[in-house]
Structures are given as C-alpha cells and as structure tokens.
T-cell receptor, first 112, second 114 residues
Framework: GQQVMQIPQYQHVQEGEDFTTYCNSSTTLSNIQWYKQRPGGHPVFLIQ?????EVKKQKRLTFQFGEAKKNSSLHITATQTTDVGTYFCAGYSGGSNYKLTFGKGTLLTVNP | KAGVTQTPRYLIKTRGQQVTLSCSPISGHRSVSWYQQTPGQGLQFLFEYFSETQRNKGNFPGRFSGRQFSNSRSEMNVSTLELGDSALYLCASSLVGRGTGELFFGEGSRLTVL
C-alpha cells in the first residue's frame, strides 16, 4: 500500500535558525496536505498542494510539491518558539481509496 | 461555528473490555474519519464515513468498528481491548472527504488500557 516517509523524525534548532522537513511518497499523489500539532494538541491544517511543482508561502513557511508529485517539503525561515510542534504531511493518491496517508511527522523543538 | 467534538476526552479501561467513542463533526460536514495516534506509529487511518456509509477502512483488526448516524455524528467501537490499543483516537471532519480538502480534527479521546 501507499507509504509516506517523513524526515527527519526530530529536529532541534536555535531560535532564528531555519528548519526543513521532507516528505516522500511511494506513489504519485493527487495532493499533499500539511498539518501542525502542538504538544498536547490536535493536528491543525496548514495547507494543501495540488499542482506539480507548486510552491506556496504562508509568512515564514514555504511549502513545495515536487515535479513528480511524489515529494514535498516544508521550510520555516527564522524559527520562533511558537513554531514548536510536530509537522505532518499527508498524501492522497487518488482513485477510490478515500484516505489520507500521514507521515510519522517531524518534531520540531526551538531553543530560545 | 463549533468545532469537532469528541467524547469522552479521557478514559481508562482494562483488557478485554470494550469502548465506544463519539464524534460530532462540524455542522454541514458529512465526512468523518477516525485516526489512531501513538508515539511510535504516528497517525494511522482507521476508517472514513460519508452519509452513513463506510467508504474506506484502514488495516486494523475487526475489533475496531464504526458507524455514522443520519446527523453525521459518528461512533467508533473497540471490542476486547488489548494493551496495544492505548492511544489517542482522533476524529476529523470535512465537507466531502475523499482525501481532499481540509480535515478538522477534534481534541481526541485518550484511551488507556490496563
């Protein structure tokens, strides 16, 4: 079945440093979504990417969808302590399989 | 607009018991998905319901079941609980599901099996 791998599993940075998490799918995706889960909280939707090569920005966050629609990345510029949490990617491969497959997430910690 | 509501928030059960968890989606959302979250495995898809029909099911044993009512509220049931069922169970609603569009998650039901 479809697998979504996410690296790194953990990332610790100093406040102000940049951060990137990568997501790779074993199959071509129709779309990919990104979620953030704060410690003790629930996942919150950040963005959905649909088009090959798509790049979207949300303030300090930049999301990319690969040309082959099998990989994606989330880059945070100048991290802040409010960025702490686990970032998940979730891919949908289309067809009648109506489920999102989540990566295991990247836990980001930020040292002030 | 009220968010996704899950009850109970916390519960403790013993092995062999069964448990029923409830999820009330955002008003107007017809798709409800359930996920199991554990530290080692991340978010594992359990099943998705749309208009009272199960559209997809993840790779979980038959002890895990669910249903959706005409008002879109959903329940999941786990029978013959095992220690490994201890997890955070998350419900997510969306307008149409089908793997596209934003999922709105509830706070989750944290199940501990002793």
């Amino acid at each position: 079945g479809q697998q979504v791998m996410q690296i790194p599993q953990y990332q610790h940075v100093q406040e102000g440093e940049d951060f990137t998490t990568y997501c790779n799918s074993s199959t071509t995706l129709s779309n990919i979504q990104w979620y953030k889960q704060r410690p003790g909280g629930h996942p919150v939707f950040l963005i959905q990417l649909v088009k090959s090569g798509e790049v979207k920005k949300q303030k300090r966050l930049t999301f990319q969808f690969g040309e082959a629609k099998k990989n994606s990345s989330l880059h945070i510029t100048a991290t802040q302590t409010t960025d702490v949490g686990t970032y998940f990617c979730a891919g949908y491969s289309g067809g009648s399989n109506y489920k999102l497959t989540f990566g295991k997430g990247t836990l980001l910690t930020v040292n002030p | 607009k009220a968010g996704v509501t899950q009850t109970p928030r916390y519960l403790i059960k013993t092995r062999g018991q069964q448990v029923t968890l409830s999820c009330s989606p955002i008003s107007g959302h017809r798709s409800v998905s359930w996920y199991q979250q554990t530290p080692g495995q991340g978010l594992q898809f359990l099943f998705e319901y749309f208009s009272e029909t199960q559209r997809n099911k993840g790779n979980f044993p038959g002890r895990f079941s669910g249903r959706q009512f005409s008002n879109s509220r959903s329940e999941m049931n786990v029978s013959t609980l095992e220690l490994g069922d201890s997890a955070l169970y998350l419900c997510a609603s969306s307008l149409v599901g089908r793997g596209t569009g934003e999922l709105f998650f509830g706070e989750g039901s944290r199940l501990t099996v002793l």
